[in-house]
Structure formats: structure tokens, C-alpha cells
């Protein structure tokens, strides 16, 4: 079945570390890709989005992700994490020719920073 | 202050009693969406509306009711609710392709 995969379940870093939360998908064709953060208690947010363009992009908090198509991934990144970006990481894709409804969320990637 | 909110946060009910969570939007965003998390399964999708008195189901429908009367409102009732279906849920809005959560409601059946 088509799907977003996010392979990385719980990932422990420590302060200043580097991220990288991977994020693959199933689906042929044109895709719109997402970040949401969930933070401890709080609801989903966008963190970043790809439409078209620069597959290199910038989001909030000092998060990128870059899409390569050819492997289908939308990985995202961090070059040095903080205490404060503790939380629950999801991936998610809009299939080609799909509308806002068809949007399909990895299982997510929980985040734990180390101070 | 604009945004989202669900009622109840919290809800303890018993198998087999019908339960209704309720969502709010101040938007008027076209598209509003309800899911369920769940450890190992992420966010599913529940059923959706494209707009008052337009819905449908999604990836997990069975037992659970939407309707849509008012574009601001988009109330989920379970209908005689089940152990299965204690879960986070969360009620969604949009407009193009950005999503606006809500808090969540953590329902939990006994």
C-alpha cells in the first residue's frame, strides 16, 4: 500500500548534536511533503513544507529538509539541537492529484534532547 | 482568540455509552478533520468535511458519526464506544494544504 514511512521510532540526542529524522515515501509522481512537531502536551504544528522549487528547504526554529526525489525522501534536519526541541516529529504527504483531504501521516519520530 | 478548541480534553467513559467530542474553528477554513493517534500508528485519519453538511470517511470510520451543520463545528460521536477506541483525537482545520490542530481530547474507555 502507498505510504509514509518514518524508520527512526525514539531518537536520543544530546545538546549541540546534529539531527536527522528520516522520512520515505510510496507514491509515484508529484507529492507535497510536511513536517508537524508535536511538542510535550501541546497539538501539531507545521514546522516546513515543500510544494515545488528548491528541494532544499527552511522551516522554523532553524529546521531544513531537503527533498530528493529520486529516493524518495523528505529528510529533515538540525545542525544542532536544543533541550527545547524535545518532541514527537511527523512526516507527511499529500499523494499526486490528491486534495487537502488525501494527507497521509508517518507514525512519527519521538525526539529526546539530553541537556 | 481565534483558532481550534475540543471539548472535552479529558474523558473517561464506559464500553457500550455514546460519546460526542466536540470541535470549533473561528477560521471558517473550508476543510475540517478529525484523527486518532495511536502508539505505532501515527495520525489516521477519521473522517473528513470539505465544507457544512459535505462529509466522509477516512482511513478508520467504523463506529464513529460526523455531521456538519455549521462550518465553525464538527462534532465526532461514538456511537457505542469500545475499549479499541481509547485514543488521543484530534480535530483539524484547513484551507489549502496547511493544517490547523487542535489541543486534542484523550478519551478513555472502560
Known sequence: AQSVSQHNHHVILSEAASLELGCNYSYGGTVNLFWYVQYPGQHLQLLLKYFSGDPLVKGIKGFEAEFIKSKFSFNLRKPSVQWSDTAEYFCAVIPPLGGYQKVTFGTGTKLQVIP | DAGIT?????????????????????????YMFWYRQDLGHGLRLIYYSAAADITDKGEVPDGYVVSRSKTENFPLTLES?????????????SEMYEQYFGPGTRLTVT
Not at chain 2, 480534553?9 to 474553528?25: P, S
Not at chain 2, 464506544?81 to 482545520?93: K, W
Open chain 2, 6 to 30: 475540543q471539548s472535552p480534553r479529558y474523558k473517561i467513559t464506559e464500553t457500550g455509552r455514546q460519546v460526542t467530542l466536540m470541535c470549533h474553528q473561528t477560521w471558517s477554513h473550508s
Open chain 2, 81 to 93: 464506544a469500545t475499549r479499541s477506541q481509547t485514543s488521543v483525537y484530534f480535530c483539524a482545520s
